[in-house]
């Protein structure tokens, strides 16, 4: 056997062992990411206040002596305005049948809207287990709220979770009624792995993280990440990195005056990416102009976008 199974080696579960795929849907920016970082135990989807954060399906490892659950994180569900769009939705759609359990995630400090509804009519064509999770509690003003979503669960047979997913309120809850809903089964990854994703991948969305978090709505969605070279050193890990834009007015952004903004994105990424190799990081940035990538089907596959196949 060689080395590199050895390092893959999956033990066998005890006979009562639960397991199984867990996705997360609901309306852009209900949290669907906290949620898996916060369950798994570590950082490794980005969050932001800006909408349809999440464009591919990363996949969270929580791996208890009870049960193994993998976190399957999608895109929100949105009516898509370009290519990209479309293949984020077609991708968080198909893992509606795909999965052991679905999470519903809405958030229960606004009311039920359209949006909300238009999720639960495409469950209505799944057999497979709804967890209805109210996330944001602590943000609530309006309790009263809950009631829409209690009929909406209940008329569909839905277990309900009720949490803050910011906060860690209810949290223990959720985690214990996903088990409950999950079927005996095996390890399907060791149980040291957080995520199926190459570190290369996180450390893309690390850096995409902070561009949104730092240009909010000037550079929403019209960026993608390549990491073009990492060099491992004794002591260093050198990382060269491209941020692709559509116009040169989003690379001026991007860039800031005095090279102001690429700095504070490369500062704030690297310490990121330092917690997530636990070493220091030596960060460089370029950034790129390819007008109309997301349009592109053969950009969006050189960036990873791709319909998934289950």
């Known amino acids: 056997m060689s080395e590199q199974a050895d390092i893959f080696t999956i033990p066998v579960a005890p006979e009562d062992y639960r397991s199984g795929f867990v996705g997360i849907i609901g309306r852009p920016n209900v949290g669907k ?74 958030d229960c400090a606004v009311e039920l809207g359209g949006g909300d509804r238009y999720i639960a009519e495409l469950l209505n064509q799944t057999e497979t287990p709804v967890i209805l999770g109210l996330n944001k509690a602590d943000q609530q003003s309006a309790p009263q709220f ?37 079927k005996p089964g095996p390890y399907y990854y060791p149980p040291d792995l957080v995520t199926d994703q190459p570190e290369r991948f996180i450390m893309g969305e690390l850096i995409r993280e902070q561009i949104l978090l730092l240009t909010r709505e000037e550079v929403p969605h019209s960026v993608a990440i390549e990491i073009e070279k990492v060099v491992e050193e004794a002591k260093l890990t050198r990382i060269f990195a491209a941020i692709n834009v559509e116009r040169p007015s989003q690379k001026a952004i991007l860039l800031g005056k005095g090279g102001g903004m690429i700095k504070a994105i490369g500062t704030a990424a690297r310490e990121q990416i330092q917690k997530l190799i636990e070493g220091q990081v030596y960060l460089e940035l370029f950034v790129k102009v390819l007008p109309k990538w997301r349009q592109s089907r053969v950009r969006l596959a050189e960036f990873g976008y791709r319909v998934e196949e289950d």
């Open 146 to 182: 809950d009631d829409r979503y209690r009929e909406l669960a209940e008329a569909r047979g839905w277990t309900i979770a009720k949490f803050s997913a910011l906060q860690g309120e209810g949290m223990e809850a959720l985690q214990s009624s996903i088990v409950e809903n999950l």
């Open 33 to 106: 990411s906290t949620i898996m970082n916060f369950l798994v135990g570590q950082k490794i989807a980005i969050t932001s206040p800006v909408a349809q954060t999440t464009r591919n399906r990363l996949r969270g490892i929580l791996t208890t002596p009870e049960a193994q659950i993998i976190f399957v994180d999608t895109p929100g569900i949105h009516k898509p305005h370009h290519q990209l769009g479309q293949v984020l939705v077609k991708n968080a759609q198909s893992s509606i049948n795909a999965v052991d359990v679905v999470l519903f995630v809405v």
